[in-house]
């Protein structure tokens, strides 16, 4: 009944999606997947997107991951403000070990959010900065270590006068590494704008969390000249 379900209706999509979803449920997950990876092709637009993300969670179900990272690769490719393709994609690149991909795609949406025609930027910069929290822990799965330090930096620079944020990023360079990069970071930032005492501010406190306090103080006293 179910293959001639689909004979007949070919590309109907609730008769794809719920024919493959009854095979699943059977257990016939070869079957399941292929009534999926027939229809991707014949299909258009929306309905193309929701059946590839279906078979793509299907092939993780499946362990199918490298199959499923790249179909979701090439949505993303078609489409990379969509932040829930792209949560699906690195999702998978954890599962993979695929850092470069990860990071490759992570960019390419936090550029593309940018350059949307969203009206509210607050809420446009605060998706960007929960993607960007939610990353850190991606890139710490991979051992990307670096790229997870850059993304503190980041969300220290959104709000330099949060301390909890800047301790966050202490705290784990402390475990995972990238101190020098933290530290190198602001060192120069604090030098190209040395008028701003924020970034002083901030490179006191890493001073401080590392037990460098005559740094620390150095640069509290910086920072009370450019702002007193």
Partial sequence: ????????????????????????????????VAVLQNSVPKSRGAYRTA????????????????????????????NPADADIFH???????????ADLMRKAFAETVKALRESDVKDRRELDDQIADLRVAMITAF???????SAVEQHIEII??????????????????RYGGADV??????KLSAEAFKNYRWNVVLARIYEA???????????????????
């Fill in 1 to 32: 009944m179910l293959a001639n379900l689909v004979k007949q209706f070919p590309t109907n999509f609730g008769v794809l999606t719920e024919t493959s979803d009854f095979y699943w449920r059977l257990g016939f997950e070869n079957e399941a």
């Fill in 88 to 98: 699906e994609l690195a999702n998978v690149c954890v599962r993979t070990n695929n």
């Fill in 140 to 146: 710490t799965r991979t051992k990307d270590y670096c």
């Fill in 51 to 78: 059946l590839a993300r279906k078979l793509s969670e299907r092939l993780v179900q499946t362990n199918q991951l490298n199959s499923a990272e790249q179909i979701l690769a090439k949505l993303h490719d078609e």
């Fill in 210 to 228: 590392n037990g460098d306090f005559e740094n620390a103080v150095r640069n509290y006293r910086t920072a009370i000249v450019n702002q007193p």
């Fill in 157 to 174: 620079n959104r709000e330099p006068e949060n301390e909890e944020l800047t301790e966050n990023a202490v705290r784990y360079v402390r």
């Fill in 182 to 187: 933290l530290l190198d970071y602001y060192l």
